[in-house]
Structures are given as C-alpha cells and as structure tokens.
C-alpha cells in the first residue's frame, strides 16, 4: 500500500487547526528543535504523530487526532495539504526530471539568484513557459527543483515535471541580467524594494521584489534591462507589470550540480 493513501478515515475531510500536532496553524517547524524540547509547543506537536512510512527523500507522519499528513526530511517537517495528498503521492513515485534538452534551455535561462538577504537557497526556481500534454500552455512557468514535495502555500496549485511536453523561454520571463539586478535590491520601505530599469525604447519602469516574471500589455519582458540611472522616489515611473497573471510551478527533483543553474550576482 503506498504511504500516502489511507487517512480521511481518521480526519475530517479539510482539518482545521488541530490543538495536537498544528496541522492547519502550523506550515513547518524544525524537527531537531522539537526533539531536542518536548516540553516546547512544537515538541508537542511532533509527539503527536506517528511515522507512517518512507517516502522519496524523506519520512511521512500522520497525526491520530487530526489524520493531517507530515513529510519529514533532514531538520523540517512540513505539513501536507490534504487536497494535494494525490499529487504527492504521484511526486514520490515517479522521478521527476527534465529531458536533457530541456534542462539545456533552463540552463540558458537561468535560475533566480539568492538575493541579497540570503532568500531562495531552498529551491532552485528556472522560470519559462511550460506546455503539458493536450496542448496546455502555461506561459508563467516556473521549474523549482527541491528536495521536498510542493507544501508551500504561494506554489498552489502546483504540478510535476514529469507532466512537462515543452519547456521554452516564455514571454513574460524577465532576462538574466533583470532579475540579477533585482536580487541585490533592499527594501526601502515595508514590502517595497524596487529596481529602476527600463524597455528597449528606453522608457523606465519601476520592478518591486524579485519576480521571475513581466506582465505588461505594453512592453516585451525580454527586452527590458537594468537602467543606470538612480532610483528617486520622487519621479516614481510606473510599474513593470499592468495586469496579474498565476504562476504555475513544476516541481522537479533537486540533483548534484542544480546549483550551478543559478544566475550570480557579480562581485563588487
Ligand atoms: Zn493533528
């Protein structure tokens, strides 16, 4: 019997927070920690679950009070949305990795370097656009390769790389030297940390965090660049994006080497 299926049984079909092991509270807490403090409300809450068996890169556990799912791996454990307890199960079962010659043009791509606060060392996230079989396109894409199946709340509803058809660099996917500088740009007020840059024809826009993506009716995403000028506040231009758009993420198993497909930020 696979490791994943079994469960509702024991829970409610969408458990709310549970008082035992935080199922519903909690996202992920360190496993060690809570070893190490039984006493502590995260030493609680890995009491409360029972090892149900391995999985690909880590160990499941499940909750007698709630039936919520855990997966386990090195010092996290990271709670399993239930709605989603198919998909993990297919991630476990199957190797999910590009084709050489994809893994050729998410090479060119390029991935998002860890920026300048030291955010996005768990993952290695290539964005392009994606075509699974029937012809379905997604055209924000996003490769993550990691160790742990797609629990994060911003990668729902997520996919498998093993449904990729045709992986290509997309419209919206920003180029390289964007999203480098990007990286290295520091909030200089909540939530905002823009980087100037500007279009071919050398209009300027404003880009805040480190988005893989452009959405803009007006501008080509691959055609933009990092401006030389400075950032005024005062002469604010307007926003790279002007609509949104869902970022798909294709989750893929992370491998000896992945980091190497990350884009640098250049010594100063
Ligand atoms: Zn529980």
């Not at 039984?38 to 890169?57: C, D, I, M, W």
């Not at 606060?117 to 079989?133: F, H, L, M, Q, W």
């Not at 055209?139 to 058809?165: M, N, T």
């Not at 100037?196 to 893989?212: D, M, R, Y």
């Amino acid at each position: 019997m696979s490791v994943f299926t079994h469960i509702a049984t024991t829970g409610p079909e969408q458990p709310g927070a549970c008082e035992m092991c935080g199922y519903g509270r909690t996202i992920t807490y360190n496993w060690r920690i809570a070893g190490k403090e039984p006493e502590s409300q995260v030493g609680g809450y890995r009491q409360s679950l029972e090892h149900f068996g391995a999985t690909k890169n880590g160990e499941l556990y499940t909750c007698n009070s709630c039936g919520g799912r855990w997966f386990v791996y090195e010092r996290t454990a990271c709670a399993l949305p239930v709605h989603q307890l198919d998909l993990f199960e297919r991630w476990s079962g199957a190797d999910q990795v590009l084709t050489p010659k994809h893994l050729d043009i998410a090479r060119k791509i390029g991935a998002r370097p860890i920026d300048v606060y030291g955010n996005g060392k768990r993952s290695v996230d290539v964005p392009c656009e994606i075509e699974i079989a029937g012809g379905e396109v997604f055209p924000a894409a996003v490769v993550s390769f990691q160790k742990y199946p797609p629990y994060e709340p911003y990668k729902q509803p997520a996919r498998l790389a093993s449904e990729i058809v045709d992986l290509r660099p997309g419209k919206y996917t920003l180029p390289a030297s964007v999203r480098i500088a990007t990286a290295q740009s520091r909030e200089i007020s909540y939530g905002f940390a823009p980087t100037l840059i500007e279009t071919n024809s050398g209009h300027p826009l404003v880009i805040n965090g480190s988005p893989h993506f452009m959405f803009s009716t007006k501008y080509a995403a691959a055609k933009t660049r990092p401006s030389a000028k400075a950032f005024d506040r005062y002469k604010m231009p307007p926003a790279a994006d002007d609509f949104e758009q869902e970022t798909a993420y294709f989750v893929a198993d992370w491998f000896d080497g992945v980091e190497d497909l990350r884009l640098t930020i250049p010594r100063q």
